[in-house]
């Protein structure tokens, strides 16, 4: 069965820090990876996505991921943080056939300390 | 482009009132459209998948009678919540996707809505 699995459930980091949220998922083939941002009581906004090709995907917001297929990961990264980077963020895994499904991750909280 | 409404983004009803939701893609045609619900501090749960023109497919565990998926055009799907009660207080988010990135399985999401029943 298909899960994602997000082991940080509170990450605490100074503001310019660098940061890296982690992300495993169980999947039967390649899947579909995204990595989403939500604001208290806002939507969600992609960061950004890997669907094929490079491993290394850039994103918004000065983002990025990287997919490793033998650790079934894709963690987030980002080199300095920034106050306004405090939010949840969760990552989801897209299935690749007709079901379309999306499974997320239980969400990491992002708290940033000046 | 690429852009998801949801309206309204907060209601609040008595216990016992139904409440549609509407979740709207603004400039793409959504063949499929999906409801998730998220209590607070928790990540999101898929409640149904809404194809246009079809019933919806619901999640199990989730009262098909209760929550009322109508998905009658490429740009709008609505969830009613029928009858409600405290319990269903909670913050749906919606989510179209592209008929014409079929291959990438992209979902565009709604920026959600806040129901609270009292």
């Known amino acids: 069965a298909q899960s994602v699995t997000q082991p940080d459930i509170h990450i605490t980091v100074s503001e310019g820090a660098s940061l890296e949220l982690r992300c495993n998922y169980s999947?039967?083939?390649?899947?579909?990876l995204f990595w989403y941002v939500q604001s208290p009581g806002q939507g969600l906004q992609l960061l950004l996505k890997?669907?094929?090709?490079?491993?290394l995907v850039q994103g918004i917001k000065g983002f990025e991921a990287e997919f490793k297929r033998s650790q079934s990961s894709f963690n987030l990264r980002k080199p300095s943080v920034h106050w306004s980077d405090a939010a949840e963020y969760f990552c989801?895994?897209?299935?690749?056939?007709?079901?379309?499904?999306?499974?997320f991750g239980t969400g990491t909280s992002l708290t940033v300390i000046p | 482009g690429a852009v998801v409404s949801q309206h309204p983004s907060r209601v609040i009803c008595k216990s016992g009132t139904s409440v549609k939701i509407e979740c709207r893609s603004l400039?793409?045609?959504?063949?499929?459209m999906f409801w998730y619900r998220q209590f607070p501090k928790q990540s999101l749960m898929l409640m149904a998948t809404?194809?246009?023109?079809?019933?919806?497919?619901?999640e199990q565990g989730v009262e098909k009678d209760k929550f009322l998926i109508n998905h009658a055009s490429l740009t709008l799907s609505t969830l009613t919540v029928t009858s409600a009660h405290p319990e269903d207080s909670s913050f749906y988010i919606c989510?179209?996707?592209?008929?014409?990135?079929?291959?990438?399985?992209?979902?565009?999401f709604g920026p959600g809505t806040r129901l609270t029943v009292l």
């Open positions: 999947y039967g083939a390649t899947p579909y």
């Open positions: 989510s179209a996707r592209d008929q014409w990135q079929h291959s990438y399985n992209e979902q565009f």
């Open positions: 809404s194809n246009e023109g079809s019933k919806a497919t619901y």
């Open positions: 400039d793409f045609q959504a063949t499929t």
């Open positions: 890997y669907f094929s090709g490079d491993t």
């Open positions: 989801a895994v897209g299935a690749r056939n007709t079901g379309n499904q999306f499974y």
